[in-house]
């Protein structure tokens, strides 16, 4: 798979060496997670609001409340920073200044499109829906015009991206390795627990096979 051209927004800079622009190790971060944090600035205030999105190739979909400030504000164009954050595990060092994270993710620069074409959103909202639990949308009633219009969906294209990666154990200072402290990575995943019927339900359906064997 091709890689993203790093610009000068992109270029990783401190550790240059965990930078990744190949669209493999994007796409793998973008698609193992589902909530992003959209960045974008209104009268001199930055904001930084937690969305979900999909993605389908080089587009990445963000969807909400044709009310919501952060649509209406990235639907007139304005410019737009979209980060992704895995956290992989805590990385205890035998200094305090050596802790760190592992971690993936990913940053994005770009000015979101608006999609007004009715095939184009729903489509774009059945990649929205099976991007955070595949199987999903031919479960389920598909939205009436009404709840398409109160919708907005926008696209944001992929170009400027880039991916920052940290795997491994504490890097110490040398003459620290000697010291009486426990020193190694505590991992962290995200795990699904037991799915939880709805108290409201009329009838009992089974549990979707897509619900018992939920991975990202
Ligand atoms: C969970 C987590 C915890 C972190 N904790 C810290 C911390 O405590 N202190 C700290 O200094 N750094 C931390 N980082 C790293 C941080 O994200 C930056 O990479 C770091 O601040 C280096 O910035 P810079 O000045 O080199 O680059 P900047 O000038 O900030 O970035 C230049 C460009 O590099 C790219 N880039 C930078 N960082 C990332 C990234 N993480 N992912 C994808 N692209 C990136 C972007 O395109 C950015 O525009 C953490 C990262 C994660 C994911």
New binding site residues.
């Given amino acids: 798979m091709s890689q993203f051209q790093p610009t000068e927004?992109?270029?990783?800079?401190?550790l240059p060496k965990r930078?990744h622009y190949d669209r493999e190790t994007v796409y793998q971060i973008l698609d193992t997670a589902f909530v992003c944090h959209v960045g974008f600035n209104v009268d001199g205030q930055p904001y930084v609001i937690p969305t979900n999105y999909g993605r389908a190739g080089d587009t990445l979909y963000l969807h909400g409340s044709a009310a919501s400030r952060m649509l209406k504000t990235l639907s007139e164009g304005v410019p737009v920073c979209v980060t992704v954050?895995h956290?992989d595990g805590i990385v205890l060092a035998r200094s305090a200044f050596h802790h760190s994270?592992n971690?993936r993710?990913?940053?994005i620069f770009g000015t979101a499109r608006l999609v007004d074409s009715p095939a184009e959103k729903m489509e774009a909202l059945r990649i929205f829906t099976e991007h955070v639990m595949k199987g999903r949308w031919d479960d389920v009633r598909q939205p009436t015009e009404q709840e398409l219009k109160a919708t907005t969906v926008l696209a944001l294209p992929l170009e400027e991206v880039?991916?920052?990666v940290r795997t491994g154990g504490p890097l110490d200072d040398e003459a620290d390795y000697s010291l009486p402290v426990w020193a190694g990575v505590l991992p962290l995943e995200t795990v699904a627990k037991e799915p939880v019927p709805d108290s409201q339900r009329k009838s009992d359906r089974p549990v979707p096979d897509y619900l018992k064997n939920y991975r990202r």
Avoid at 9 to 14: A, D, E, L, N
Wanted: hydrophobic share 35%; glycine share 6%.
């Fill in positions: 927004r992109t270029q990783v800079k401190r930078g954050t956290v994270v971690y993710s990913v940053v880039s991916a920052k």
